[in-house]
């Protein structure tokens, strides 16, 4: 078992920034990639970023890309998603995952099927 805890989500104006964090335990944490999705109100959970076991690979949906970073501590058992140039449509609850999948690709990572263990979430809200 793996558990995750994220934190770090909080209301901010459009344009702000925020670094959620998502601690786990259990289980060796660089054996698993790590994926961010979020999930607004009324839709469908939607991948947002991810980084391979050892950290040299990273994905980003199309939305995020140039805005959000994602990054790894596997010394501390941590994943952060840090997030620029926030927008109202950012606003969801922000959730961690661990997968096992030992093939880094954009279209497995991105695939929350993949993924073996779930946080609890982190609401992010952005006013405009």
């Known amino acids: 078992q793996v558990q995750l805890v994220e934190s770090g989500g909080r209301l901010v104006q459009a344009g702000g920034s925020l670094r959620l964090s998502c601690a786990a335990s259990?289980?060796?944490?660089?054996?698993?990639?790590m994926g961010w999705f979020r999930q607004a109100p009324g839709k469908e959970r939607e991948f947002v970023a991810a980084?391979?076991?050892?950290?040299?690979?990273?994905y980003y949906a199309d939305s995020v890309k140039g805005r959000f970073t994602i990054s790894r501590d596997n010394a501390q058992n941590t994943v952060y998603l840090q997030m620029n140039s926030l927008k109202p449509e950012d606003t969801a609850v922000y959730y961690c995952?661990?997968?096992?999948?030992?093939?880094?690709?954009?279209?497995?990572?991105?695939?929350?099927?993949?993924?073996?263990?779930w946080g609890q979430g982190t609401q992010v809200t952005v006013s405009s």
């Open positions: 995952a661990a997968s096992d999948l030992a093939v880094a690709s954009y279209s497995s990572y991105s695939d929350y099927g993949q993924y073996n263990y």
């Open positions: 980084i391979s076991r050892s950290g040299t690979r990273t």
């Open positions: 259990g289980r060796t944490f660089s054996n698993y990639a």
